[in-house]
C-alpha cells in the first residue's frame, strides 16, 4: 500500500471513531487496519493516535497529520476529477466555515436543498465570526463578509451587504429622528465590534462624505445582540440588511436617513489558493452564488 492509502485509512479511523468502525467501513479485518496504522506510525516516528482499552484520541501530531491528509487528499480528488473530464459522484465530506448570523438565518434552505440534491454528500459546518486559517485547520471553503486582502485565498463573490440604520419606533418618539447626518452625534449608538471608537461614513445625495464618530452606549461582537437591542429601544443600530429585514418589514424597527448612501461590503466564497477545488465545492459556490446574487432577496422585502 501507498502513503496516499494511508492517509486515507488514517483519516477513515479518525472519522469512523475506532479502528473497529474503520475495519468495518472498510470491509478488511480490525487487525489489518491495527497494523498499517502501526507501520505508519513508525514511519512518520511518531504516534498519532493515543490508544488505551477504553478510548482512542488524536495526539497533537495526530490532529496535524489528519488536517493535512485531509487537504492532500482533497487535492487529489480534484486532480482526478479534472484530469478525466467525466463527471463524478458529488460525495464526500465538504468542510466549510461561515460567519454565525449569516449562516444560521440564510445557509439552512441553501444546504437543505443542496443536501438533497446530492445525497451522498456529507457536510462539516463551522459558524463562527472567528477568523479560520483554512489550510491549517483543513477546511475546503469559507464564507467572508468583508473586504478582502489576504492574497494566500482566492474568491467569488456570492452577493452584495447593504446595510441600513434602524431605530425603534419607541426610542425614535422619544429620542426624536435625526434629519442629517450630523445628528448621529446626538443620539445613542449600538456599535458592532469592540472597538475603541465607532465611526460611520455617510454620503449625501451631493455625493459629499460625511465622517461621523459615534457614541456608542453598547458595543458587541454579534450582530443578533445588537438587533435585539435596537428593538428594545437602547440605540440606533448600523448592521447588515441580511440581520435587519424581517424586523424592519414587521414594524419593530424602523430604517433612518434613507436619503444618504451608507457603505457596503461583499459576501465571498473563499478557499485556498493555488490548489485544485473540488467539484462538490465549486458546484455548492455557483449554488449559493446563483440563490443570493446581486439583489438578495432580503433586500425585496
Same mark, same amino acid.
Given at each position: 500500500m501507498g502513503q496516499l492509502e494511508d492517509m486515507a485509512m488514517f483519516v477513515r479511523v479518525v472519522e469512523a471513531g475506532s479502528i473497529t468502525k474503520a475495519a468495518e467501513?472498510?470491509?478488511?479485518?480490525?487487525?489489518?487496519?491495527?497494523?498499517?496504522?502501526?507501520?505508519?506510525?513508525t514511519r512518520l516516528g511518531n504516534q498519532l493516535i493515543s490508544r488505551t482499552t477504553r478510548q482512542s484520541n488524536l495526539t497533537e501530531a495526530g490532529e496535524y497529520y489528519y488536517r493535512q491528509a485531509n487537504?492532500?487528499?482533497?487535492?487529489?480528488?480534484?486532480?482526478?476529477?479534472?484530469?478525466?473530464?467525466?463527471?463524478?459522484?458529488?460525495?464526500g465530506t465538504l468542510k466549510m466555515t461561515a460567519p454565525l448570523t449569516f449562516g444560521l438565518m440564510h445557509l439552512s434552505e441553501v444546504i437543505d436543498d443542496y443536501s438533497k440534491e446530492y445525497p451522498n454528500l456529507k457536510f462539516e459546518l463551522d459558524f463562527s465570526d472567528?477568523?479560520?486559517?483554512?489550510?491549517?485547520?483543513?477546511?475546503?471553503?469559507? *464564507?467572508?463578509?468583508?473586504?478582502? =486582502?489576504?492574497? !494566500? #485565498?482566492?474568491?467569488?463573490r456570492l452577493a452584495r451587504i447593504r446595510y441600513s440604520l434602524c431605530a425603534s419606533p419607541d426610542y425614535l418618539s422619544k429620542r426624536g429622528t435625526p434629519q442629517t447626518a450630523d445628528d448621529l452625534t446626538e443620539h445613542e449608538f449600538l456599535q458592532y465590534g469592540l472597538g475603541k471608537?465607532?465611526? *460611520?461614513?455617510?454620503?449625501?445625495? =451631493?455625493?459629499? !462624505? #460625511?465622517?461621523?464618530?459615534?457614541q456608542s452606549k453598547i458595543k458587541a461582537n454579534n450582530g443578533d445582540f445588537?438587533?435585539?437591542?435596537?428593538?428594545?429601544?437602547?440605540?440606533?443600530?448600523?448592521?447588515?440588511?441580511?440581520?435587519?429585514?424581517?424586523?424592519?418589514?414587521?414594524?419593530?424597527?424602523?430604517?433612518?436617513?434613507?436619503?444618504?448612501?451608507?457603505?457596503s461590503l461583499n459576501a465571498y466564497a473563499v478557499y485556498p489558493k493555488n490548489r485544485f477545488l473540488s467539484q462538490?465545492?465549486?458546484?455548492?459556490?455557483?449554488?449559493?452564488?446563483?440563490?443570493?446574487g446581486d439583489d438578495p432577496y432580503w433586500d425585496k422585502t
Open positions: 467501513q472498510l470491509n478488511v479485518a480490525k487487525s489489518a487496519v491495527s497494523r498499517r496504522l502501526k507501520d505508519l506510525e487537504n492532500i487528499l482533497s487535492e487529489v480528488e480534484a486532480i482526478n476529477e479534472q484530469a478525466t473530464g467525466a463527471p463524478t459522484r458529488i460525495e472567528r477568523h479560520i486559517d483554512l489550510v491549517e485547520e483543513g477546511y475546503e471553503l469559507a *464564507i467572508r463578509i468583508r473586504e478582502l =486582502q489576504d492574497s !494566500t #485565498h482566492q474568491a467569488k471608537y465607532g465611526s *460611520i461614513a455617510l454620503t449625501d445625495e =451631493q455625493g459629499k !462624505t #460625511h465622517n461621523v464618530v459615534t445588537l438587533l435585539d437591542m435596537a428593538v428594545r429601544g437602547q440605540g440606533i443600530a448600523f448592521l447588515p440588511t441580511f440581520i435587519t429585514y424581517q424586523t424592519v418589514a414587521r414594524g419593530a424597527l424602523i430604517p433612518i436617513l434613507e436619503q444618504y448612501k451608507l457603505p462538490r465545492c465549486c458546484y455548492l459556490i455557483d449554488f449559493i452564488a446563483e440563490r443570493f
